[in-house]
């Protein structure tokens, strides 16, 4: 494809024929190489947007966008590597708990996250709240980690995937963010690039994921899993509920104290529920012959017996970071500052609006608005109610954690407003929404 005959591709994607594998593969070349300008690639984009690409289209597009920069070599670890990504939500801690009880089952994981960018931090902030933990190891080092605790967390290498850093600044710009296939090209092509052998995807949907519809969720994940098909990894995508926050705890330090009481066998049902789904469907795909059902059962030994928590502590101390603080949360920086949510009347809780309790977290300076932004680990809110439950006016609902009053008083208005209170009891949640393989 010449340069100067980009135009001609705009219009093929425009009039809706599909693009073919050598077509794609230039595009990208050509777009990170800077012979593409922006505008022309915003105009392709958008044509995606309307158009849609047929799965071999988007298959080759990932693959091509995984190329452009390092893809990790973990050859070096023994063993089948799994991968899990979640696609985000409010108070999802479960890399925490889930990538210990794998370790624990003897399936390696060597995971690279990514930073929060909205309400909450990400895995790393939430993993950085632990005084002295190393999220930037070399890859010596996160390899050496891997071989001798099983399990290793590091964030993102400045090279992996750079056309997916250079396409997602300009979809943010250019109104193109929300198309179900460059969502989809955009996390494959980072989980491709990680190097893991099978991947797990987990697909939240509901009021505080990043797609709330449920068909939508369905075709995100099923885009998924035939790319990760396409380019030969086998990939299952869970689809779980996010129409309450994981747990209780929101905000970074509050998280990562939750997920030890959970590695204590001490944790929220919900959260214990859903973390032992996606262990038991990750030692599925990493040991041969067993059952997700039987998966299950290992991660519920694991977790029962202590050993997926000495694994957490093994990555910990492997990551520099002080155990003191595992071993005594009470430890953890608190804010300076908290207030109680009362239950305005009476009545069972029958929705919450999990993004606006996302929110409500960020104002309290659980998040950060750009990726310069500081974020206060100790900040966020502890749920004292889920939904389901009976409450009297008066009752606590949560408890709001913040540096400052000013920001309590901003966030406890936009509380105010993120549940709502019935006559009737709601049915529960079916927290495994569906299996996609």
Known sequence: MQTGRFVDLIHKKKEGRPLDEQEIQDMIRQYV????????????LMAICFQGMNDEELTALTIAMRDSGDVADLSDISGVKVDKHSTGGVGDKTTLITGPLVAACGVPVAKMSGRGL????????????????RIDLSEDEFLGAVRSAGISVIG?????????????????????????????????????????????????TGSGAFIKDIEQSRELARRMVAIGKGAGRETVAMLTSMD????????????VKEAIETLKGNGPEDL?????????????????????????????????SGAA????????EGQGG??????????????ACHRELAARGDGYISHMDTEGI???????????ETKESEIDYSAGIIMRKKLGDKVQRGDVIATLHSASEEKLDRAEGYMEKCYTLSDHEPEPLKLIVDIIC
């Open 358 to 368: 996302g929110i409500t977290a960020g104002i309290l300076g659980a998040g950060r």
């Open 118 to 133: 909205g309400f909450t931090g990400g895995t790393l902030d939430k993993l950085e709240s632990i005084p002295g933990f």
């Open 322 to 335: 002080d155990l003191s603080y595992i071993e005594d949360p009470g430890k953890f920086v608190q804010s």
């Open 244 to 255: 309450e926050p994981l747990g209780h705890a929101i905000g970074n330090n509050l998280e």
């Open 309 to 316: 928590y000495e694994k957490f502590t093994a990555m910990v």
């Open 33 to 44: 190489a800077g012979e593409i300008p922006d505008y022309q690639m915003s105009a392709m």
């Open 156 to 204: 993102q290498t400045g090279n992996l995937a750079p056309a997916d850093k250079m396409l997602y600044a300009l979809r943010d710009v250019t109104g193109t963010v929300e198309s179900i296939p460059l969502i989809a090209s955009s996390i494959m092509s980072k989980k491709l690039a990680a190097g893991s052998d099978k991947i797990l995807l987990d697909v939240t």
């Open 272 to 304: 214990r529920e859903v973390c032992l789904a996606l262990a038991g469907m990750m030692l599925a795909l990493g040991r041969e012959g067993l059952s997700y059902e039987d998966g299950k059962k290992l991660a519920e030994e694991a977790l029962d």
